[in-house]
């Protein structure tokens, strides 16, 4: 059977990990899986019938009825629920806030892990997330654990809203990446955690292309290590 590639990219909110994971995708030819789509699709589906974050029953209970897949249309990858394609309704902040809420519940972990786990199985892909060097690809071939200063990241994100002409302050992004920060490494299932096996690149003094080129230098090494195995 010829050898399926796993790369597993994970970090904090706000560190770049989409932006390097799709253009590494596109440099290797890679299907490029952002997982935290998955968890917003979900959220969204979680906000439309008015269910608390903290009403673990109702969440497990709407897991369970719910159907979130993905598909590619000129290569970027989409997130249908129920048939939708929700691609364009899944960014805001209230979405972001319920998709770090929810993802502690164990059915809403153990309902897209398995989603995750199986797209890995059949193609080469780089998938970027929280838990996938961890837990949902624990024998990729190379895993990044991709970081930069909360500061930064806020500083990133304000600029990005600040071009699309939304009207946000600096300080309170930066207090929402850390909250978010803090939900999602000290949360009891698959927390944030750099695995014993990642590599650290923290992002914070460096351009996309740098960490782009250091992802795909670190790659081709895990490669060359492989040796007959990996033709
Ligand atoms: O990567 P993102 O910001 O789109 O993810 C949104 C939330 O989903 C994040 O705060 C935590 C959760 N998430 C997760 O628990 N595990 C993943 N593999 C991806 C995202």
Redo the contacts with the bound molecule.
Sequence with gaps: MKKVYNIAVDGP?GAGKSTIARSVAEKLNFVYVD???M??AMALHFLRNGIPADDEAAISRLTGEVDVTISYENGMQQVILNGENVSGLIRSSEV?AM??AA?VYMPVREKLVELQKNLALKENVIMD????GTCVLPDADLKIYLTASSRVRAQRRYEELTAKGEDWNLEDIEKDIIE?DNR?MNRENSPLKQAEDAILLDSSSMTIPEVVDRILELFHEKKMEGGSLWK
């Design positions: 909110a997982t935290g789509a968890y917003r972001s998709a770090s993802s997330g929280r838990d996938i978010r999602d």
